[in-house]
């Protein structure tokens, strides 16, 4: 069934069905049924947020409030690939 056509209940157990099945579809699926997985993934997300814009996002799963959480200044970057080499 297309995203659209699911109701908001229907389409939050698909999303979660999909998250619990992530690792073992990709460790033990054959290609073809990794990439129905991820396509079919793509397109609930992708109506999950098209239906909730406005969700509540937790502050600290953006980059600035990680920055905030570590003490580093507004401009500066904390991820690992940011640390130069000595």
Known sequence: ???HALSDEDLVRELDQLHRTRADTLRHGS???LAT???RTEALEAEYVRRWPDRDVDPART??????EHGAPAG???SPASEESP
């Open 63 to 68: 980059r600035a409030g990680r920055r905030a």
């Open 1 to 3: 069934m297309p995203p």
């Open 76 to 78: 500066t970057d904390t």
């Open 31 to 33: 290609d073809s049924a």
């Open 37 to 39: 997985h991820e396509v």
